[in-house]
């Protein structure tokens, strides 16, 4: 496999927020997905869906596994690299962590993406083109207006 080529098998982990998932692509198919509600359980669940997919695994060792890095929930994002971490360790894969907003669909070539940091702020980021233009920060509720005014007067989308 070239340095910069996608293996034939990609397991992506998302676990920095209440609505998680579990997505294995073989080829150009994915062969299995499945979304929980992850809430304060420290995605607990990611072990039994571990083993519901671990015949599929076993046929087509991942290659690369993703992990969706938050923002969001830290002890999320650290079971999941620690998941990632043992399947690559037997598998021979490799683990990347990559920014969880960069994996939505976007329409257009600017987005304006929130969530909610708890503790009274709001974190954002710009995309361009579905990439962050850089790393997201923590604003006070007070300024979102003002930056979903910004991005809409841009044409982009929130």
């Given amino acids: 496999m070239a340095a910069n080529s996608l293996p034939d098998s990609i397991l992506a982990l998302e676990t920095s927020s209440p609505c998680a998932s579990m997505t294995l692509r073989v080829g150009k198919e994915i062969v299995f997905t499945r979304e929980w509600t992850a809430e304060r359980s420290h995605n607990s669940r990611i072990f039994d ?3 519901e997919v671990k015949n599929l695994l076993d046929q087509a060792p991942p290659g690369l596994l993703l992990v969706g890095s938050g923002p969001g929930s830290y002890s999320g994002v650290r079971v999941a690299l ?12 490799r683990v990347a962590a990559v920014p969880s907003w960069e994996a939505f669909p976007w ?26 233009k850089e790393g997201f920060r923590i ?4 300024l979102v207006p ?4 910004e991005m809409l007067e841009k044409g982009g989308e929130i």
């Fill in 49 to 51: 869906l571990l083993a």
């Fill in 107 to 132: 329409e257009k070539e600017k987005a304006l993406v929130l969530s909610d940091a708890r503790r009274g702020g709001w974190a954002v980021a710009e995309l361009d083109n579905g990439n962050l």
């Fill in 146 to 149: 003002e930056l979903i005014g």
């Fill in 139 to 142: 604003v006070s509720p007070e």
């Fill in 82 to 93: 620690a998941v990632a971490d043992g399947l690559a360790l037997a598998c021979g894969g």
